[in-house]
């Protein structure tokens, strides 16, 4: 006799003001994950567009904004722009490391200096070496910690320069949360190769896409997630590619560059800005 299988209960947040949109508000709807089948309700959320925190699963259920759209990177047809193919080079010898789900203090150290540069007032600014660690070590789903570090000398590990906590789902990779040094002025676009590498790792372990999170138009700081192709989101009917056109209008707008009639153009900024709220 099998046992019965659980269905998790949800749970709606009060209303809230919304951290990328001024002037509108935000709520979530949430289910906490647990027990042996929380691998399979985890990935079986992500594919209808939830995020994960800790032991808790949510989506935005905002009652008069839609804005917020689920996006995945298809791994196994993504071609580089020139720009990419840049910052994957530059960036090519980088010591880079699969770890254990168990936050260090190097990492939290990371951490405070990446928040202090590109996210002064925001939601983790205030969040201390405890808290670092429920976020990295306590997952009920199989996660781990991928470290790139500069090439150390001798036995001597390098510096640590980022650092992502990543989701292994059976169709892909889910990046939680990344950081990285925003102080390196040398190695350009450190949260850029952090997800071109995500996607180069999925390709090769035929895992079919990278969640990227949610996706805001309008809000500056996640325009960087448009620059991948190509790029899939979650519509209400189910996951879509975007339209090439479309996309390319997009990156061109991120950019804040003219494109050729290839969609050329030229290296923009770091993007990486993910934000971690109940974590993206």
Known sequence: MTAPIRFPRFFVTSPAPCPYLPGRSERKVFTEL?????DELNEALGRIGFRRSQTVAYRPSCLDC???VSVRVVAGEFKPSSSQKRTMKSNSDLVVSECRPWATEEQYELLRRYLAARHP????????????????????????????REPGV?????????????DVQGDG??????FFDPDIEDRAGLGNF???DHIRR???????????????EGSDRMQYKVRYRPIERLTRGGWERMPEDEQKRLIGAATGKRRDAEGAALPAKDGNQLEYKLAD
């Not at 969040?127 to 991928?146: I, K, L, R, W």
């Not at 001798?154 to 990543?166: K, N, S, W, Y």
């Open 34 to 38: 647990r027990g042996e089948s929380a």
């Open 173 to 178: 990779l889910s990046m939680i949360y990344s």
């Open 66 to 68: 839609q804005a917020c």
């Open 154 to 166: 001798g036995c001597e590990p390098g510096r640590l320069v980022g650092a992502c906590l990543t």
């Open 202 to 216: 999925a390709a090769e372990n035929g895992l079919p896409y990278v969640y990227l999170g949610y996706w805001v």
């Open 194 to 196: 952090i997800i071109l």
């Open 121 to 148: 007032g925001g939601g983790m600014a205030e969040m201390d070496e405890s808290d670092f660690a429920d976020m990295v070590e306590h997952t009920p789903v199989s996660s781990y910690v991928v470290e790139y």
